[in-house]
């Protein structure tokens, strides 16, 4: 009788779902695999996510300017797809280093430095990007930049090598 009066009769036999169970499953779910796949959500990821972001708006906004100029191809949507396929792979690989950290017993070290690597890739993706649109980029940014590198391991050359990668 308790679940007749949760999700009473429809007209057509089947049976009328709460919009409010739904999205309490929906936010269980999703908690949980983040939880699962990233060790919980922390500031590291946050911001990895809103630099995700900004990169992804910027290059819209940069593709837009060229293609208005006529100097590049513009906004085309095959290279938007391939551009938030990018970005679900960045954050795969901050997933399987944490599932790593897991299996090695570290706490978010490996995640952590993959993270710190991504977000200075984004960084200098959005660097990229306000240059192509014509501003002016700050040298706090720049050292910011470097800070990440040095925290992530990377190299000079890691950054050449994605960039190849993306062509």
Known sequence: ?????????????GSKVDKWEVFKFSTALGSSAVTYFYGG?????????????IDYVTGLFAAAAEGKKGTGPGLKSKIGLIGIARKVFIFAMVAVSHLIDGVLGDSHLFRDAVAYFYMANELLSILENGGRLGAPIPPVIRQAVEVLKSKSGSQ???????SKEKR
Do not use: C, N, T, Y
Not at 156 to 162: F, I, L, T
């Open 1 to 13: 009788m308790i679940a007749q009066e949760k999700f009473p009769e429809r007209r057509d036999g």
């Open 156 to 162: 000079e050359g890691d950054r050449e090598d994605a």
């Open 41 to 53: 959500w922390s500031g590291v990821l946050g911001v990895l996510l809103a630099l995700v972001i």
